[in-house]
């Protein structure tokens, strides 16, 4: 008899620890579930994040600073063929890292242009550029063949680095992916 109780007992035991992972499990799925649906953001920003070689890290994107020019679209050309596209610039600090990128007196392209519309200008990824920072008198589409957007590295107070220039100029370039 005792010998029975104890089995029941056992087997109780073994009831419960069974219930116990079941239910473990189904917590880690939620969990897993939860990160899934709530990423890239907000969890995206507290996910380690890793450039390759050459990449520089800034919040959710690796960016990269060519060494040699090409022009606007050969420029894109060069950034798609590594996964990425010509940089978007969406935030203060974001321009404020890209800027950080250039040396003294160095211009670079980034993903903006009016090609398309001549005065409205697009980023690479489509969106509508909502805010910029143009230099003062910039963008006059000089000789009204300026299209593309650069930014400039200048030692001035305000953020205001970018310029409008022929698409068809080589310069250096940024990548963001
Ligand atoms: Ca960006
Ligand atoms: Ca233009
Ligand atoms: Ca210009």
């Not at 897993?32 to 380690?48: A, E, G, M």
């Not at 060069?78 to 007196?105: K, N």
């Not at 670079?108 to 489509?126: F, H, N, P």
């Amino acid at each position: 008899r005792r010998r029975r109780r104890g089995d029941k007992g056992e087997e109780k035991e073994e009831r419960k620890t069974f219930l116990f992972k079941v239910l473990y499990i189904r917590f880690i799925i939620c969990v897993l579930v939860f990160h899934r649906i709530f990423c890239p953001y907000p969890c995206s920003q507290f996910t380690d994040i890793r450039c390759d070689t050459d990449w520089r890290k800034f919040d959710i994107s690796c960016y990269f600073i060519s060494n040699i020019k090409k022009n606007w679209t050969d420029s894109r050309k060069a950034c798609m063929a590594q996964g990425a596209d010509l940089v978007v610039i969406d935030s203060r600090d974001e321009q404020v890292f890209v800027h950080g990128l250039l040396q003294t007196g160095q211009n670079a392209w980034i993903g903006l242009t009016d090609s398309v519309q001549e005065g409205t200008w697009m980023w690479v990824d489509g969106t509508p550029l909502t805010t910029a920072y143009w230099e003062p008198e910039q963008p006059n589409s000089y000789s009204g063949n300026q299209d593309c957007g650069e930014i400039v590295q200048k030692p001035t107070e305000t953020l205001d680095k970018w310029n409008d220039d022929g698409c068809f100029a080589a310069q250096l370039w940024i990548c963001e992916k």
